[in-house]
């Protein structure tokens, strides 16, 4: 019973920063282990990073640890994305998602999901 809406997407450059929002609505935000996701056209959703639910742990994906930093503010029941560094390969949408076990890699483990975000980076 948690809605979530991302925000902060957009058009940058190579070597740009954004940083992406999401913000949920209905249930106990502190409950749930939190989530971001990537897809790009033809290809599999693929996980970018997750955050424990006292935001405590922290994991990334391979391909954008050291560029990406995921946080959450649990008062203001916000998750954010810190995108440093962006390359071409970056470009996807970009979803927010929800866990009421713990923090994952595997989509299949999350139960709530924003609309997603478009997030372009060109050359």
């Known amino acids: 019973q948690v809605q979530l809406v991302e925000s902060g997407g957009g058009l940058v450059q190579a070597g740009d920063s954004l940083r992406l929002s999401c913000t949920a609505s209905?249930?106990?935000?502190?409950?749930?282990?939190m989530a971001w996701f990537r897809q790009a056209p033809g290809k599999e959703r693929e996980i970018v990073g997750a955050?424990?639910?006292?935001?405590?742990?922290?994991y990334y994906a391979d391909s954008v640890k050291g560029r990406f930093t995921i946080s959450r503010d649990n008062a203001k029941n916000t998750v954010h994305l810190q995108m440093n560094s962006l390359q071409l390969e970056d470009t996807a949408v970009y979803y927010c998602?929800?866990?009421?076990?713990?923090?994952?890699?595997?989509?299949?483990?999350?139960?709530?999901w924003g609309q997603g975000i478009q997030v372009t980076v060109s050359s």
């Open positions: 998602a929800a866990s009421s076990a713990g923090p994952s890699y595997w989509t299949s483990s999350y139960g709530h």
């Open positions: 209905g249930g106990t935000f502190s409950n749930y282990a």
């Open positions: 955050i424990t639910r006292s935001g405590v742990g922290r």
